[in-house]
């Protein structure tokens, strides 16, 4: 079956840029949407269709796709955005993925 | 303003049944597709189910096809889940979310369904 592949876990410091990877053979002609899920909340989307942020997302949110690789970059960090984060997509079946997950952890 | 508010998770024993609802407001609800996804403790994000604006359109995840049913009531603004033959592995918080114009655009706060002997 289709996999998304992403790191278990980011540290990043505080100010820093943190960058989570999602790979999959399909994303070359899929679309990627990023996921963030604080502790105890539900998931909330930052970025749809590999680049796209959605209003009220702050801009230090960026996402990027090249070949099979579709990447979440978290600009200039904060605590606040400490946060498991999933990426999403589907298969050449449209069967929808979600990867493992990535905790990011700002210290 | 969006609103999703799921209820009706509990606590059954293996092969019991459980009925899921999820009241949305803060948007026209019949014109748009929903899902439900799940997301076992301490675990990753599962897509469950969708279903369209008219329900003409549904699919299932292959973890539940033939045991859970979803469907929508676009005079109520209500989304259920129907879940029959429940496993220990079915035990997760269930979230439903608006799937339309981006999938899972917005979340309810989820509801935890327990299955357990």
């Known amino acids: 079956s289709y996999e998304l592949t992403q790191p278990p876990s980011v540290s990043v410091s505080p100010g820093q840029s943190a960058r989570i990877t999602c790979s999959g053979s399909a994303l070359p002609k899929k679309y990627v949407f990023w996921y963030q899920q604080k502790s105890g909340q539900a998931p909330v989307l930052v970025i749809y269709e590999d680049t796209e942020r959605p209003s009220g997302i702050p801009d230090r949110f960026s996402g990027s796709s090249s070949g099979t690789v579709a990447t979440l970059t978290i600009s200039e960090a904060q605590v606040d955005d400490e946060a498991d984060y999933y990426c999403?997509?589907?298969?050449?079946?449209?069967?929808?993925?979600f990867g493992g997950g990535t905790r990011v952890t700002v210290l | 303003e969006l609103h999703l508010l799921e209820s009706g998770g509990d606590l059954v024993q293996p092969g019991e049944s459980l009925r899921l609802s999820c009241a949305a407001s803060?948007?026209?609800?019949?014109?748009?597709?929903m899902s439900w996804l799940r997301q076992a403790p301490g675990k990753g994000l599962e897509w469950v189910s969708a279903?369209?604006?008219?329900?003409?359109?549904?699919y299932y995840a292959d973890s539940v096809r033939g045991r859970f049913t979803v469907s929508r009531d676009n005079s109520r603004n209500i989304l259920y889940l129907q879940m029959s033959g429940l496993r220990p592995e079915d035990t997760a918080t269930y979230y439903c979310?608006?799937?339309?114009?981006?999938?899972?655009?917005?979340w309810g706060q989820g509801t935890l369904v327990i299955v357990s002997s």
């Open positions: 803060g948007f026209d609800f019949p014109n748009y597709a």
């Open positions: 999403y997509s589907t298969d050449t079946n449209n069967k929808s993925v």
């Open positions: 279903i369209s604006g008219r329900a003409d359109n549904i």
């Open positions: 979310a608006k799937d339309a114009p981006r999938p899972f655009d917005f």
